[in-house]
């Protein structure tokens, strides 16, 4: 599809969507971060941050990936397919991976504030490992080709980053064992 295209759908002219936008992949760009970056994920950050206990940061954190990536798919699954994109998608989804692994270092120095993080990680492993379970490659193998709900991949996440990166097996302080 064309930036024509695009605007003749919205009922503008294409120069707007241009002068707006400046390509498909400013296109994409703005709907990925009205859509998947928008109230719901900023509440969730908010959410993450005042928690207490690192399971629930960890499942929280888990939550958030979910929602990136269950908007990513409704939000964008349709533009991809229509052929809205060209060669610049690369570079946007670098951009985007580069900008998921900054954001993450929030969960990380939380976990690190509450001495939380299994003994011997430093933070740059921490967050490579986080970094690297909350992929969109894992989601979409799990999810769309293995057909787990969102649900259970979201319970899943949380697991498995409480058990890869927390001290005492996964349980915070005050927890049961």
């Excluded at 207490?52 to 990536?69: E, F, G, K, Q």
């Amino acid at each position: 599809m064309t930036i024509g295209g695009v605007a003749a759908l919205a009922g503008v002219s294409a120069a707007l969507v241009y002068a707006l936008f400046k390509s498909k992949e400013g296109l994409l760009r703005a709907l990925i971060d009205t859509r998947v970056f928008g109230p719901d994920y900023v509440s969730l950050v908010e959410k993450l941050t005042a928690q207490t206990d690192p399971v629930d940061v960890l499942n929280t954190a888990a939550r958030i990936t979910r929602s990136i990536y269950e908007s990513e798919r409704r939000e964008t699954g349709s533009i991809l397919r229509m052929g809205i994109v060209s060669a610049g998608v690369r570079r946007l989804e670098h951009n985007l991976e580069h900008q998921r692994y900054e954001r993450q270092e929030l969960v990380v120095r939380r976990l690190f504030d509450m001495a939380a993080i299994r003994p011997g990680l430093s933070v740059t492993e921490a967050r490579d490992i986080l970094w690297s379970l909350t992929t969109g490659e894992l989601y979409r193998l799990l999810v769309i080709e293995r057909k787990w709900t969102d649900d259970d991949y979201e319970a899943w996440l949380g697991g498995v980053l409480a058990a890869a990166l927390l001290n005492s097996g996964g349980r915070g302080p005050g927890r049961d064992r």
